[in-house]
């Protein structure tokens, strides 16, 4: 539906003219579509339908008439809301709501105005609410239109409101701009008369200004024996047709730039420094387009011209030098040749008293640097907008630069983009296609119109195809490549920010290159430079002001992912060193270490050493989730470089965390890799400890059977290593215990604690202690599950393991509440939970609170136990665990019998 208010009251339903009746259907109607999506109170429409004349009982009145107006517009359109009634109908499908959400763009606003707003809408109460409001935006918009395509209009609304000296300004402009100086000086004469008459006022400064520049022109043009007024440059380029989405940069623009908008005062007062923009971001992220496409909404608001300048500070050719940018500038406002100075401050300086009275815009495109735009700055009431790919921070601190950071377009945008390029018909029916391309072009528009134009030459294939062979492409930038025009061209567009480095930053690059994902950590990139953290934050810092780098973090750092291919191939080109590999695989290992024992008490394992550290086992949590598909990178990297010791030592150091998160398939991944890496290297310790970890990522998959069947695999691969075997029994065990084999289980479990009770290890005892109860628990031995859990508590409170006590904690609640002793089961359950408050997983704490929640019942504090199955429910429930089940059949079966307390 779309409800037309500017002009003759209109209704239309998918297109068809929809009558409404005169009277108080249609001042209901239009009321509720005034605010259109929002609550209209009773009184408010009561107000608009009947002013100050209103029934005996308005609220049912308005009830009547909500009645009448839904069999007109079905029942579903108008909705009764807390509060009053509203109008299930979007913003945009009122015509006058969407005039004013376009006040950015005034040709389109005033496309949608056909006359006097509520025309054939009887409510005094809405004219005078809102129909002065949308007759300001109207005659706002009008001011901003050009003035010379909007002079038949202007000639009309000076008529009608003849005291409003910016309808005349830009009147007396468009003549102007058209060669009809007469015409415009006696227009001025006309409104001076007016406002001296009507208000005992002058025109403003700004028809005063123009004036005298009218009279100046007129008299050169005597003098020249021409009537010609004085040259405007238009010197901005065409506006981009396909240009799509950046709403909200464009609004950023306005607000950034607003005050260089605000006519200057003519008061004597002095000047004030010239708005000046900085739009900067990588290379094909749009910088030029976005920057055209607002110069050209706000061109009007800049009578005196509009100046555009490439100053090629990235690109194939040398970047133009201030003096030179100059002297183009100068020419264009008209100074002769002869006549322009020789230095750059002389011409700097003519530049700002050629512009001391004006209103221009000056868009300077892909600058260098700060350096060589300052000398370009006029000043006054005139606003530059500069683009480029440097962050310009001098520009910010010295000269007061308003930046704008422009990013890779949101999801929704490079969608639109696409199907700017390929059409609504083709890609409405294939979405999954078009988000892989966007995915694959990294949000970079440069590259999404490259792929989308590229998919335009094949119209009789399917979308996907077209995805397909950029997906398979060995090289993606050979796929988005085009070497008939290099500045289409992501590599070419990429290589020039890169060959602008300096040595050291151009090697950092490269190292960033050499990383395997496209994050990376500031202690990474300083183990791949072989260099202190310090050195290496000044070198990123570098990359970051040129944007080859972004930062994700306070310690962290991002290369768009195209940027990243770019980055490797320079690597590849150039390597930046044999034994950059290793060092940064030593300091993965020794971070993962480090996490380990931050969040589990660990036993270390790597030799100490550069990693990054953490305060508690929250953050070292919080840091393996961020840095999940960073470290699977980093083992494939391992892997494919031949590093294949490494990599069995960091599937073995990851597979604590992979438990406690539940990420089953990773250490699958892990424990794959691992077995390749040591059947490749033949070592005996490392072929156990591979199928060792497969048969524990199969366990986790459900996978018991088949777990076993690896464990024992690594049993007959062990070499004398006692400690070793104690973990594979423990964990053969578990799988023991979950294909139903308590037997096996117990036998497993009983066998790794005699061998780690000479082991002199106090953790590997306590774990298998730990799982030696889990067994016997399950088959009965609920007493002796309790002696071993003791036994395996104090293991771990002597080692500060606070997050296996907690386990444990757990486990013994469970004990006591089999053998009923709740009160017992009731303490071991807070404990674990207290143990566990700072911990964040999806294993631990779950298993406490429903410990927990058991003991509540048992207790018969029904309440208390939903609470803590609810808590655990939700952890399980986000985390897609198969536990939540249980949880859930906990929740439901609280109503149900308790067994009496004792």
Same mark, same amino acid.
């Given at each position: 539906?779309?409800?037309?208010?500017?002009?003759?009251?209109?209704?239309?339903?998918?297109?068809?003219?929809?009558?409404?009746?005169?009277?108080?259907?249609?001042?209901?109607?239009?009321?509720?579509?005034?605010?259109?999506?929002?609550?209209?109170?009773?009184?408010?429409?009561?107000?608009?339908?009947?002013?100050?004349?209103?029934?005996?009982?308005?609220?049912?009145?308005?009830?009547?008439?909500?009645?009448?107006?839904?069999?007109?517009?079905?029942?579903?359109?108008?909705?009764?809301?807390?509060?009053?009634?509203?109008?299930?109908?979007?913003?945009?499908?009122?015509?006058?709501?969407?005039? *004013?959400?376009?006040?950015?763009?005034?040709?389109?606003?005033?496309?949608?105005?056909?006359?006097?707003?509520?025309?054939?809408?009887?409510?005094?109460?809405?004219?005078?609410?809102?129909?002065?409001?949308?007759?300001?935006?109207?005659?706002?918009?009008?001011?901003?239109?050009?003035?010379?395509?909007?002079?038949?209009?202007?000639?009309?609304?000076?008529?009608?409101?003849?005291?409003?000296?910016?309808?005349?300004?830009?009147?007396?402009?468009?003549?102007?701009?058209?060669?009809?100086?007469?015409?415009?000086?006696?227009?001025?004469?006309?409104?001076?008369?007016?406002?001296?008459?009507?208000?005992?006022?002058?025109?403003?400064?700004?028809?005063?200004?123009?004036?005298?520049?009218?009279?100046?022109?007129?008299?050169?043009?005597?003098?020249?024996?021409?009537?010609?007024?004085?040259?405007?440059?238009?010197?901005?380029?065409?506006?981009?047709?396909?240009?799509?989405?950046?709403?909200?940069?464009?609004?950023?623009?306005?607000?950034?730039?607003?005050?260089?908008?605000?006519?200057?005062?003519?008061?004597?007062?002095?000047?004030?420094?010239?708005?000046?923009?900085?739009?900067?971001?990588?290379?094909?992220?749009?910088?030029?387009?976005?920057?055209?496409?607002?110069?050209?909404?706000?061109?009007?608001?800049?009578?005196?011209?509009?100046?555009?300048?490439?100053?090629?500070?990235?690109?194939?050719?040398?970047?133009?030098?201030?003096?030179?940018?100059?002297?183009?500038?100068?020419?264009?406002?008209?100074?002769?040749?002869?006549?322009?100075?020789?230095?750059?401050?002389?011409?700097?300086?003519?530049?700002?008293?050629?512009?001391?009275?004006?209103?221009?815009?000056?868009?300077?495109?892909?600058?260098?640097?700060?350096?060589?735009?300052?000398?370009?700055?006029?000043?006054?009431?005139?606003?530059?907008?500069?683009?480029?790919?440097?962050?310009?921070?001098?520009?910010?601190?010295?000269?007061?630069?308003?930046?704008?950071?422009?990013?890779?377009?949101?999801?929704?945008?490079?969608?639109?983009?696409?199907?700017?390029?390929?059409?609504?018909?083709?890609?409405?029916?294939?979405?999954?296609?078009?988000?892989?391309?966007?995915?694959?072009?990294?949000?970079?528009?440069?590259?999404?119109?490259?792929?989308?134009?590229?998919?335009?030459?094949?119209?009789?294939?399917?979308?996907?195809?077209?995805?397909?062979?950029?997906?398979?492409?060995?090289?993606?930038?050979?796929?988005?490549?085009?070497?008939?025009?290099?500045?289409?061209?992501?590599?070419?567009?990429?290589?020039?920010?890169?060959?602008?480095?300096?040595?050291?930053?151009?090697?950092?690059?490269?190292?960033?290159?050499?990383?395997?994902?496209?994050? *990376?950590?500031?202690?990474?990139?300083?183990?791949?430079?072989?260099?202190?953290?310090?050195?290496?934050?000044?070198?990123?810092?570098?990359? *970051?002001?040129?944007?080859?780098?972004?930062?994700?973090?306070?310690?962290?750092?991002?290369?768009?992912?195209?940027?990243?291919?770019?980055?490797?191939?320079?690597?590849?080109?150039?390597?930046?060193?044999?034994?950059?590999?290793?060092?940064?695989?030593?300091?993965?290992?020794?971070?993962?270490?480090?996490?380990?024992?931050?969040?589990?008490?660990?036993?270390?394992?790597?030799?100490?050493?550069?990693?990054?550290?953490?305060?508690?086992?929250?953050?070292?949590?919080?840091?393996?989730?961020?840095?999940?598909?960073?470290?699977?990178?980093?083992?494939?990297?391992?892997?494919?470089?031949?590093?294949?010791?490494?990599?069995?030592?960091?599937?073995?150091?990851?597979?604590?965390?992979?438990?406690?998160?539940?990420?089953?398939?990773?250490?699958?991944?892990?424990?794959?890799?691992?077995?390749?890496?040591?059947?490749?290297?033949?070592?005996?310790?490392?072929?156990?400890?591979?199928?060792?970890?497969?048969?524990?990522?199969?366990?986790?998959?459900?996978?018991?059977?088949?777990?076993?069947?690896?464990?024992?695999?690594?049993?007959?691969?062990?070499?004398?290593?006692?400690?070793?075997?104690?973990?594979?029994?423990?964990?053969?065990?578990?799988?023991?215990?979950?294909?139903?084999?308590?037997?096996?289980?117990?036998?497993?479990?009983?066998?790794?604690?005699?061998?780690?009770?000479?082991?002199?290890?106090?953790?590997?005892?306590?774990?298998?202690?730990?799982?030696?109860?889990?067994?016997?628990?399950?088959?009965?031995?609920?007493?002796?599950?309790?002696?071993?859990?003791?036994?395996?508590?104090?293991?771990?409170?002597?080692?500060?393991?606070?997050?296996?006590?907690?386990?444990?904690?757990?486990?013994?609640?469970?004990?006591?509440?089999?053998?009923?002793?709740?009160?017992?089961?009731?303490?071991?359950?807070?404990?674990?939970?207290?143990?566990?408050?700072?911990?964040?997983?999806?294993?631990?704490?779950?298993?406490?609170?429903?410990?927990?929640?058991?003991?509540?019942?048992?207790?018969?504090?029904?309440?208390?136990?939903?609470?803590?199955?609810?808590?655990?429910?939700?952890?399980?429930?986000?985390?897609?665990?198969?536990?939540?089940?249980?949880?859930?059949?906990?929740?439901?079966?609280?109503?149900?019998?308790?067994?009496?307390?004792?």
């Amino acid at each position: 539906m779309a409800v037309g208010l500017l002009g003759p009251f209109e209704v239309r339903v998918d297109g068809r003219a929809v009558p409404v009746p005169a009277g108080r259907q249609r001042v209901l109607l239009a009321a509720l579509a005034l605010s259109a999506g929002r609550v209209v109170s009773v009184d408010a429409l009561a107000e608009a339908l009947w002013g100050a004349d209103q029934p005996h009982d308005p609220r049912n009145a308005v009830q009547v008439a909500v009645f009448r107006l839904r069999r007109l517009l079905g029942p579903d359109r108008v909705r009764t809301v807390p509060g009053g009634y509203r109008l299930d109908l979007d913003r945009a499908c009122v015509d006058a709501l969407r005039f *004013v959400d376009l006040a950015d763009d005034p040709e389109a606003a005033l496309a949608l105005w056909r006359g006097e707003p509520l025309t054939g809408v009887p409510s005094d109460a809405l004219h005078r609410d809102h129909v002065p409001g949308l007759t300001e935006a109207y005659l706002a918009a009008m001011e901003r239109r050009d003035p010379v395509t909007a002079l038949a209009d202007l000639h009309e609304l000076t008529a009608r409101y003849p005291l409003r000296e910016s309808l005349w300004l830009g009147l007396l402009t468009g003549l102007a701009r058209t060669g009809r100086q007469a015409e415009a000086l006696a227009g001025y004469d006309r409104v001076r008369r007016l406002l001296a008459d009507s208000l005992g006022t002058d025109p403003s400064p700004e028809l005063r200004r123009l004036h005298r520049e009218l009279l100046d022109a007129d008299l050169a043009g005597a003098r020249s024996g021409r009537g010609d007024p004085l040259p405007v440059p238009r010197q901005l380029p065409p506006d981009l047709a396909g240009f799509t989405g950046r709403d909200a940069d464009l609004a950023a623009l306005d607000e950034a730039a607003s005050g260089g908008l605000v006519p200057l005062p003519d008061n004597g007062s002095g000047g004030r420094a010239g708005a000046v923009v900085a739009v900067h971001g990588a290379g094909g992220v749009g910088k030029t387009a976005l920057a055209v496409r607002w110069a050209h909404r706000v061109a009007d608001r800049f009578p005196d011209g509009q100046l555009h300048l490439d100053l090629r500070g990235y690109g194939p050719d040398d970047p133009v030098a201030p003096d030179v940018a100059l002297d183009v500038l100068l020419r264009a406002l008209g100074v002769p040749p002869k006549r322009v100075p020789a230095g750059t401050a002389e011409r700097s300086a003519l530049l700002r008293t050629r512009l001391a009275d004006r209103r221009v815009l000056l868009l300077l495109d892909n600058a260098r640097d700060a350096d060589q735009v300052r000398p370009l700055l006029p000043g006054g009431a005139n606003l530059v907008l500069v683009t480029s790919r440097s962050e310009l921070r001098g520009l910010a601190v010295r000269d007061g630069a308003v930046r704008h950071h422009l990013h890779e377009l949101p999801d929704t945008e490079s969608v639109a983009l696409v199907r700017s390029v390929l059409g609504a018909a083709r890609t409405a029916g294939e979405p999954a296609a078009v988000a892989e391309l966007v995915a694959l072009c990294g949000n970079l528009p440069l590259a999404i119109v490259i792929a989308a134009q590229q998919a335009a030459r094949y119209p009789d294939w399917a979308l996907a195809e077209s995805v397909a062979e950029l997906r398979a492409a060995r090289d993606r930038l050979d796929a988005l490549g085009d070497g008939t025009d290099p500045a289409t061209d992501p590599r070419t567009v990429f290589s020039w920010s890169y060959d602008a480095l300096d040595p050291d930053a151009a090697r950092a690059f490269r190292c960033l290159g050499a990383h395997p994902a496209p994050e *990376v950590e500031l202690g990474a990139a300083a183990a791949l430079l072989g260099q202190d953290t310090g050195p290496t934050r000044r070198l990123l810092d570098r990359l *970051v002001s040129v944007h080859l780098v972004g930062r994700s973090g306070p310690r962290r750092y991002r290369l768009h992912d195209l940027v990243h291919l770019f980055a490797a191939e320079r690597a590849d080109a150039d390597p930046p060193g044999p034994d950059a590999t290793a060092r940064l695989l030593d300091w993965y290992r020794r971070t993962v270490d480090n996490a380990r024992i931050a969040a589990f008490g660990s036993a270390p394992v790597e030799t100490p050493g550069d990693g990054g550290t953490f305060t508690d086992g929250a953050e070292a949590v919080r840091w393996y989730e961020r840095n999940r598909p960073t470290l699977l990178a980093v083992l494939r990297h391992a892997l494919d470089t031949g590093y294949d010791a490494a990599v069995v030592r960091l599937a073995w150091l990851l597979q604590d965390l992979q438990s406690a998160r539940h990420h089953a398939a990773d250490k699958l991944r892990c424990a794959d890799a691992a077995v390749r890496a040591a059947d490749r290297s033949g070592d005996s310790v490392d072929r156990a400890r591979a199928r060792f970890l497969t048969g524990c990522a199969q366990h986790s998959l459900g996978a018991n059977e088949t777990a076993i069947d690896w464990h024992r695999r690594a049993l007959a691969e062990l070499p004398d290593d006692p400690g070793l075997a104690s973990s594979i029994r423990s964990a053969m065990g578990l799988a023991q215990l979950d294909a139903g084999d308590q037997a096996g289980a117990i036998e497993s479990q009983s066998h790794s604690v005699r061998i780690a009770r000479g082991l002199g290890r106090p953790l590997r005892l306590a774990h298998s202690l730990l799982n030696l109860a889990v067994a016997e628990d399950a088959s009965g031995a609920h007493a002796r599950s309790a002696d071993h859990n003791r036994e395996a508590l104090a293991l771990y409170r002597a080692e500060s393991a606070t997050y296996h006590e907690g386990l444990v904690l757990a486990n013994l609640s469970e004990n006591m509440l089999a053998l009923a002793r709740y009160d017992e089961a009731l303490a071991y359950a807070a404990d674990a939970l207290r143990a566990l408050s700072d911990v964040d997983d999806t294993f631990a704490v779950p298993n406490a609170l429903i410990a927990h929640g058991r003991a509540l019942a048992a207790v018969g504090r029904t309440d208390d136990a939903r609470a803590a199955y609810r808590r655990a429910h939700d952890i399980l429930d986000r985390a897609d665990q198969p536990r939540v089940a249980e949880a859930a059949e906990l929740l439901a079966g609280l109503d149900a019998p308790q067994p009496a307390r004792p």
